[in-house]
């Protein structure tokens, strides 16, 4: 059973959807990773998506701006339908940013062009515009002396750094984040968060799916747990993490929260 979107985050306006998911399927061959999905993510929301491996997690958060299409359902950015292709879903697309986990940067673009990229081919920014907001971007995730070098060049966490840079160039309505610390060296892990909890105390909306329990805690305004396709809970953190309703989720907690 799917529980009723939690709270609306704190500050004077009511809860206002942003993203909507309704009824949405997907398959991979006779694999059904995602089974009659119904999310709301409310404007300013912070949602975790976690959940054991093989539940569906990455492909909901790549479903919600198409990056994985899906077979039935409707998917709503801001209230409008996601198109399935075409100039309309590359304009919605870019008010959704993303995040992956393996960077997905351009290795032969300086990190300056790579966060001023799309700033100029998608939005239409003149260069000198994109450069000097990707120069502040850059000085907001820490890296502003790093502009002039190349991806590689760059240590794993530097380098999602560039990419959260990347993603709020373009102005984003929302941002998704697919296991953004998991391809990190532990020292690594924490100066991503610290960008990704300054972000949410700023109001900015967030879907993250991730195995970070730490920041699913202090940083969500809910935690959606999935489960074969399905969501089997969504609730606030300290609800879910103090007394889970299913046991999927508590023999999930169990295992995670030993190590």
Do not use: W
Not at 14 to 29: N, S
Not at 233 to 252: I, K, L, N, V, Y
């Amino acid at each position: 059973m799917t529980a009723a979107p939690g709270p609306a985050p704190a500050g004077p306006s009511a809860f206002t959807p942003l993203i909507e998911m309704r009824g949405v399927d997907k398959h991979f061959g006779d694999l059904h990773v995602l089974r009659n999905i119904e999310l709301t993510v409310g404007r300013g929301e912070v949602v975790v998506i976690i959940g054991p491996s093989g539940s569906g997690k990455s492909t909901l958060c790549r479903a919600i701006n198409r990056l994985e299409p899906i077979e039935r359902g409707t998917i709503l950015i801001d209230g409008q339908p996601l198109p399935a292709e075409g100039k309309g879903l590359a304009r919605l697309r870019a008010e959704v940013g993303m995040v992956f986990q393996s960077f997905n940067l351009f290795a032969h673009r300086t990190v300056l062009q790579n966060v001023s990229l799309a700033q100029i081919k998608v939005r239409g920014r003149p260069k000198a515009e994109a450069d000097a907001k990707s120069r502040s971007l850059l000085e907001r995730v820490g890296l502003a002396t790093q502009a002039d070098k190349y991806p590689a060049q760059l240590s794993g966490g530097q380098q999602q750094r560039v990419a959260i840079a990347r993603a709020l160039a373009m102005d984003p309505k929302a941002l998704l984040f697919d296991e953004p610390t998991s391809a990190l060296d532990p020292e690594m892990i924490n100066e991503v968060l610290d960008v990704m909890r300054q972000l949410a105390s700023e109001g900015m909306t967030m879907v993250v799916v991730t195995h970070e329990m730490g920041f699913a805690r202090a940083s969500a305004n809910r935690v959606v747990f999935m489960a074969d396709g399905r969501i089997v809970e969504d609730r606030a953190p300290e609800e879910f993490f103090s007394a889970p309703e299913s046991e999927r989720a508590r023999d999930f907690l169990s295992k995670i929260l030993k190590h």
